[in-house]
């Protein structure tokens, strides 16, 4: 299996999901601005969001995924399909009920994410968390299915679903944000209607691939299926590993409940101001972090699974050389670069300056951290590929009272800013422990040249970085024209790039051999 085909699939799917994304965000940005109704929708969308992680891409697959590789290794096709019937039976009465619980409690978690909305902004945020609780119904079948496609090596259309989403949410925007405004109902509704529409699309699109590799889930839907399910061996196995997974991925919740939670006491907007930075900083993750993560995850319990120990390590090895190739020049980017790509993408319409200083600082904030949170996409799955789940959670609950730390110094000096450097700081914290664990279980042992190439790396990222800082004092970039300031932005990223890589070619830096590799 050619491996960067493997992933230049799955980070151009990524890519494109990350820019429709991005259009999702400029949309909103031109009709709503950055108020206190757009904080509610993000904290609404943040809820469901929030349990979505702890039944799909979190948790559940962090359990799932290694155990479904592992199960298929070792007992083959039939084995594996009763395992995925069980699961999915499990999952989706416990959709079910958690579905209920979250539409009853809506106004609750509306106060725990964001007690600082008031009035109108309140009542909307409840009302769209109802909406779009059962999102997280769909997406976590969503997960299911792209754990069992992952795994089949499959990995192209789990990439592409999220550009479902988008679409629907723009289409939703577009489309009914007149008719239910003239209707009396706020016309941000529209974007919790496209939300849903978006998780039934992706959930929909699932179906053919999985029949097609023979493993579309057959859902029991009586009691006595369920305990059938309950009892299967793997699905135990499976609760096992998700106990402490649950653990982990909650206090990453709780992190994520408190940060909002003070976003909305800094000030109307300030909940936004960080969610645009996080869409911002979510390219350069979608271009190497997610894919690697996506692909190298099964390939890495296949490996411990089969005792392959030195490709184990290899794989491991081979995706944080591609973390500091990628991660490296974006992170540069990110901190110097941050004004002008804010005043690109979002200053039209009802963004003020004001929101774009506030915005650019939060991306600086990031970009600080960008380099720890690819890391992490690539060192966590090879503690889950050794159905080793206590460890991160461990790192996770010092890494949160790290990050509230932070957040009691930056927050008050900084603002919304100082949310996004916490982050990013306790990014780097998270990713520096993993790292150190999996050496000292001898888990990974890094092969030569990291010194030379880090070097090489370093050197062309200035070169780039001292152009990008030139051009970001000497345009107006606030001033410029808006499609003058989109050419020029292309043309100067472009420029970018190809100073960056013309020095690593200088450098002799052999990137055809850096990138190569296949996997058994």
């Known amino acids: 299996m050619n491996l960067l085909r493997a992933v230049g699939s799955v980070s151009a799917f990524t890519l494109l999901s990350r820019i429709t994304?991005?259009?999702?965000?400029?949309?909103?940005?031109?009709?709503?601005?950055?108020?206190?109704?757009?904080?509610?929708?993000v904290i609404a969308f943040k809820?469901?969001?929030?349990?979505?992680?702890?039944?799909?891409?979190?948790?559940f697959s962090q359990a799932f995924v290694p155990q479904l590789a592992a199960e298929r290794a070792a007992r083959g096709e039939e084995s594996t399909r009763r395992l995925v019937d069980a699961t999915a039976t499990v999952l989706l009465w416990a959709l079910v009920v958690v579905s209920l619980l979250g539409v009853m409690a809506a106004p609750v978690l509306v106060w725990l994410m964001g007690a600082g909305l008031k009035g109108a902004a309140h009542v909307a945020a409840v009302d769209m968390t109802r909406w779009m609780f059962p999102y997280?119904?769909?997406?976590?079948?969503?997960?299911?299915?792209?754990?069992?496609?992952?795994?089949?090596?499959?990995?192209?259309?789990?990439?592409f679903t999220p550009v479902l989403l988008n679409l629907s949410v723009i289409a939703c925007g577009l489309l009914l944000s007149e008719p239910l405004a003239a209707r009396g109902w706020p016309a941000i509704y529209s974007m919790a209607l496209g939300v849903m529409v978006g998780g039934l699309l992706q959930l929909l699109i699932q179906i053919p691939a999985l029949r097609r590799v023979g493993m579309l889930p057959r859902f029991g839907l009586r009691l006595t299926a369920l305990r059938s399910a309950w009892s299967h061996?793997?699905?135990?196995?499976?609760?096992?590993?998700?106990?402490?997974?649950?653990?982990?991925?909650?206090?990453?919740?709780?992190?994520?409940?408190?940060?909002t939670q003070i976003a909305s006491h800094v000030g109307p907007g300030a909940a936004t101001w960080i969610s645009l930075a996080d869409r911002l900083m979510e390219f350069p993750i979608a271009l190497a972090g997610v894919a690697l993560g996506v692909v190298l995850t099964?390939?890495?319990?296949?490996?411990?699974?089969?005792?392959?120990?030195?490709?184990?390590?290899?794989?491991?090895?081979?995706?944080?050389?591609?973390?500091?190739?990628?991660?490296?020049?974006?992170?540069?980017?990110?901190?110097?670069f941050a004004e002008p790509l804010v005043a690109v993408l979002y200053h039209h319409g009802e963004f003020t300056a004001a929101d774009l200083t506030q915005t650019a600082r939060a991306v600086q904030?990031?970009?600080?951290?960008?380099?720890?949170?690819?890391?992490?996409?690539?060192?966590?799955?090879?503690?889950?590929?050794?159905?080793?789940?206590?460890?991160?959670?461990?790192?996770?609950?010092?890494?949160?009272?790290?990050?509230?730390?932070?957040?009691?110094?930056?927050?008050?000096?900084?603002?919304?800013?100082?949310?996004?450097?916490?982050?990013?700081?306790?990014?780097?914290?998270?990713?520096?422990?993993?790292?150190?664990?999996?050496?000292?279980?001898?888990?990974?042992?890094?092969?030569?040249?990291?010194?030379?190439?880090?070097?090489?790396?370093?050197?062309?990222?200035?070169?780039?970085g001292g152009l990008q800082w030139q051009l970001a004092l000497q345009?107006?970039?606030?001033?410029?024209?808006?499609?003058?300031?989109?050419?020029?932005?292309?043309?100067?990223?472009?420029?970018?790039?190809?100073?960056?890589?013309?020095?690593?070619?200088?450098?002799?830096?052999?990137?055809?051999?850096?990138?190569?590799?296949q996997a058994s």
């Open 233 to 259: 061996e793997g699905v135990g196995r499976i609760l096992k590993l998700m106990a402490p997974a649950l653990l982990g991925v909650g206090v990453a919740q709780l992190s994520l409940i408190i940060n």
């Open 298 to 336: 099964p390939l890495l319990a296949a490996a411990k699974a089969e005792e392959r120990g030195g490709e184990f390590s290899g794989l491991i090895d081979w995706g944080l050389r591609l973390v500091l190739l990628l991660g490296l020049p974006c992170a540069l980017a990110l901190g110097l």
């Open 21 to 41: 994304g991005l259009a999702r965000e400029l949309m909103v940005t031109h009709l709503y601005g950055a108020t206190a109704m757009t904080d509610a929708f």
């Open 47 to 59: 809820i469901p969001n929030m349990f979505r992680r702890l039944f799909a891409e979190g948790a």
């Open 136 to 159: 997280i119904a769909c997406m976590s079948l969503v997960a299911l299915s792209a754990g069992i496609l992952n795994t089949w090596r499959r990995f192209a259309l789990p990439a």
């Open 365 to 464: 904030g990031y970009g600080l951290g960008l380099i720890g949170l690819l890391a992490i996409k690539i060192l966590a799955p090879g503690f889950f590929a050794r159905q080793d789940t206590r460890t991160p959670v461990r790192i996770a609950l010092v890494v949160l009272v790290f990050t509230q730390l932070m957040n009691a110094l930056w927050v008050p000096q900084l603002g919304a800013a100082g949310l996004a450097l916490s982050i990013g700081l306790g990014a780097l914290l998270n990713a520096g422990w993993l790292l150190f664990g999996l050496r000292r279980a001898g888990a990974y042992r890094p092969a030569p040249g990291w010194l030379g190439l880090g070097l090489k790396c370093l050197l062309a990222a200035l070169c780039m």
């Open 475 to 517: 345009l107006d970039w606030v001033g410029m024209d808006k499609l003058l300031r989109a050419g020029v932005m292309a043309a100067s990223l472009l420029g970018s790039s190809l100073l960056y890589f013309g020095v690593l070619a200088l450098l002799r830096v052999d990137l055809r051999a850096l990138l190569r590799r």
